[in-house]
């Protein structure tokens, strides 16, 4: 197994650049979920329930930001299999074609 999982660090580098720019909307999500937490997960989808499955008024963007984040950092078969074991794909598979989403979310490769 590598050193570190390129998802991971894929997720991270995201979520640094939120943290530098707390004008963001996804900034105060961010915050919350590092600060609940002691320590960094590297073989899990951080924050993919409650961005995909949020009831806020943003729920769009915080979708959208989660998709982009998945379709750049999935690399290799270890990526997969992290994605696999939390079941991420069927939720993004029932996004497609669905009448509630929006182009934007439906437009990523």
Known sequence: MR??????????????????????????????FLLQRPVFDFTDVPMFYSFFCSSSLQFRQEQNWLLQTLCSAVRDEVDYKILSRRHVLPYCFSQINCSVVDKTTNSFD
């Open 3 to 32: 050193g570190f999982l390129i998802f991971s660090m894929y997720f991270l580098g995201r979520i640094l650049h939120e943290l530098f720019t707390p004008q963001s909307t996804m900034y105060p999500k961010i915050c919350y």
